[in-house]
């Protein structure tokens, strides 16, 4: 009775074709490599050797083709999670500092009169930190220029288009200060 033989044509397809059906793929080729043991003593040592080489070469084109494509794959991952760190710590700014602000403006609408109350700092939705210079008093927001005060509206990430009045109409808004004494 005669044993299957390997056939290394089919043998080179399916390591060609791996990564169209992977499973199905690697059981026809184990099969494939089973035969091995089932070839006569006389087959031709330089078709084997042809046949291994060829195997090779195909075996190395695949590995390179898969190394290229996981290290295009790792990059983009790499991206991706940049992105979404740096969205996710955004978002996280933007949500503690509103936190923040709203306990600062609750105890900055106490302030009924330029001499009575210390203001609570806003802090910045890009940082979540305590804007820098931010008027530690009633009189000190009363007194900025209207250039500071655009400064401080941009810090917020508020509109800074407007009259003088509207501008400051909106930055004590901001910080809860709307009855001056």
């Not at 074709?17 to 006569?40: E, M, R, T």
């Not at 923040?100 to 806003?122: E, F, I, M």
């Amino acid at each position: 009775m005669d044993q299957p033989q390997p056939d290394f044509s089919l043998t080179l397809e399916k390591i060609a074709a791996i990564g169209q059906d992977f499973s199905a793929k690697c059981v026809d080729l184990g099969y494939q490599f089973s035969y091995c043991g089932n070839l006569p003593p006389n087959a031709s040592a330089n078709e084997l050797a042809a046949a291994i080489t060829e195997l090779k070469n195909t075996v190395v084109q695949i590995n390179t083709t898969l190394d290229r494509k996981l290290t295009d794959l790792d990059g983009k991952v790499t991206r991706h999670e940049a992105t979404m760190n740096t969205s996710f710590n955004e978002l996280k700014n933007r949500v503690l500092s509103g936190e923040l602000n709203a306990v600062a403006r609750s105890g900055n609408s106490k302030a009924t009169h330029k001499y009575h109350r210390d203001l609570l700092p806003l802090h910045s939705p890009f940082t979540a930190e305590p804007i820098p210079g931010f008027p530690r008093t009633v009189e000190e927001l009363q007194n900025l220029p209207r250039d500071g005060i655009v400064e401080f509206l941009k810090q917020l990430d508020l509109p800074t288009q407007g009259s003088p009045e509207v501008l400051e109409g909106r930055f004590k808004a901001a910080c809860g200060v709307l009855i001056l004494g």
